[in-house]
């Protein structure tokens, strides 16, 4: 199973990452990249294309709306956060390593 070049594109934008990179790192995962696996990462390429986190608008919080904020960067850092952690590089979406490789 492997991801198309064109959702490959889309990775390496989404992630900031160049293209070389998601490539390589692919390949490294020849046999834990699964169809579920390609599946969910192409879920979130939808999203992405669907526009979350593209509202503009933040609520502040006054008496009237009780608190509420919402944060649109958060979705999408959301979604670079689950591609990052479907090709086993947390990293790339802004998380940590935490195998016991990491920790050493």
Do not use: C
């Not at 958060?74 to 990491?102: N, Q």
């Amino acid at each position: 199973m492997a991801l198309s070049e064109a959702n490959i594109i889309k990775v390496s934008q989404i992630l900031n990452v160049p293209k070389t990179d998601i490539d390589y790192q692919i390949t490294l995962m020849s046999n834990s990249l699964t169809a579920a696996v390609q599946s969910a990462i192409e879920a979130q390429i939808t999203l992405w294309d669907a526009g979350a986190g593209t509202k503009t608008t933040k609520i502040h919080p006054t008496e009237s709306n009780r608190g509420v904020e919402t944060n649109p960067a958060a979705t999408k850092g959301d979604i670079r956060r689950r591609i990052a952690v479907l090709l086993e590089r947390p990293e790339w979406g802004g998380g940590s390593l935490t195998t016991a490789f990491a920790r050493g």
